[in-house]
């Protein structure tokens, strides 16, 4: 992760998003303790597609890196509780660009924040702010984890249909649930 370009705050362009309990901010390199010590849980990993378990040394860094390059395609927004008594980082959110004008969500939070509403919180931030400017939004769930596609489904994306993804976690084809969300 040499190689990449870091951009400063300012080259980020990655707006700083309020909710009533967290605000939604780029990550920083502060964050990859945290990200690497939620995703050692085996269910938070199993729950992405692209999170390894264990998880190698350094992995967490190098997420963090790709998240503040210059050149990313995704934009990776922490969850950051900390002006509320809460956590620095409760999890994350991303928006990952795809052609004409269409991104794609994708979020995860630390077990110990499941069933609180913070991913349901987030979510709806950022699709309401929708900083990528999309038209359209997609997402997926894996077809085990029913909460993931509740925090969808609250957050107004509609059931297209089920397919497959692959879980590095898993090291397996996992069926998942595909939804879209089209924008104003």
């Known amino acids: 992760m040499d190689d990449l370009k870091l951009a400063d705050a300012a080259t ?10 967290f605000v939604l901010r780029p990550l920083r390199p502060s964050d990859a303790g945290m990200i690497a010590h939620y ?26 890196a790709r998240a503040l390059s ?25 928006l990952t660009r ?12 630390g077990a110990g924040f499941w069933n609180t509403g913070f991913a349901t919180e987030a979510v709806e931030a950022l699709v309401k702010a929708n ?6 939004l997609f997402a997926e769930a894996f077809q ?14 509609v059931y297209l249909g ?3 993804s692959w879980s590095v976690a898993r090291n397996a084809r996992v069926p998942t ?3 879209l969300r089209k924008m104003g």
């Not at 210059?70 to 994350?92: F, Q, T, Y």
């Not at 795809?98 to 939070?109: A, H, I, K, P, T």
Request: charged content about 25%; overall charge negative; aromatic content about 8%.
């Open 12 to 21: 980020l362009n990655q707006p700083v998003i309020e909710t009533d309990r």
């Open 39 to 64: 995703t050692a849980d085996r269910r938070v990993a199993e729950g992405t597609r692209a999170i390894p378990h264990p998880l190698p040394p350094g992995a967490a860094e190098d997420f963090v």
């Open 144 to 157: 085990d984890n029913a909460g993931s596609a509740r925090v969808l489904t609250n957050c107004g994306f």
């Open 98 to 109: 795809m052609e004409n004008d269409q991104s794609e969500l994708g979020f995860w939070v």
């Open 70 to 94: 210059i050149g990313r395609l995704e934009d990776v927004w922490a969850i950051d509780g900390s002006e509320n008594r809460l956590a620095e980082l409760l999890g994350v959110v991303s």
């Open 162 to 164: 089920d397919a497959e």
């Open 131 to 136: 900083p990528h400017n999309a038209r359209t």
């Open 177 to 179: 649930w595909t939804y």
